[in-house]
Nanobody, 124 residues
Framework: QVQLVESGGGLVQAGGSLRLSCAASGRTFSKSATGWFRQVPGKEREFVAAITWSGGSIYYADSVKGRFTISRTNAKNTVYLQMNNLKPEDTAVYYC?????????????????WGQGTQVTVSS
């Protein structure tokens, strides 16, 4: 079993920055990938970014390319999402998730473990 805890969300003005953290505990999977998703009420959960265990492969949604950066520190079992130049449309609950067999794509159903989420609100 894997437990994931997100932190770092909050309220920020448009153009500002936030860094989200996803701390993992329990089992670790050396071939896993960790992703960030976001969701607003009434909409489906949306892929944001993902990174493999080694950090050698990184994936981003088109909507965040050039603004968000995903990284990880395996020694701390933590994955980060640095979010710059935030826009009001980035407002959502952000979730991290682990795909235990590696990067399988952008569908939430491919991920095995989920955190509780952290709220990000960007004011205009």
């Amino acid at each position: 079993q894997v437990q994931l805890v997100e932190s770092g969300g909050g309220l920020v003005q448009a153009g500002g920055s936030l860094r989200l953290s996803c701390a993992a505990s329990g089992r670790t999977f050396s071939k896993s990938a960790t992703g960030w998703f976001r969701q607003v009420p009434g909409k489906e959960r949306e892929f944001v970014a993902a990174i493999t265990w080694s950090g050698g492969s990184i994936y981003y949604a088109d909507s965040v390319k050039g603004r968000f950066t995903i990284s990880r520190t395996n020694a701390k079992n933590t994955v980060y999402l640095q979010m710059n130049n935030l826009k009001p449309e980035d407002t959502a609950v952000y979730y991290c998730a682990v795909d235990e067999i590696g990067y399988s794509g952008t569908y939430p159903s491919m991920y095995d473990y989920w955190g509780q989420g952290t709220q990000v609100t960007v004011s205009s």
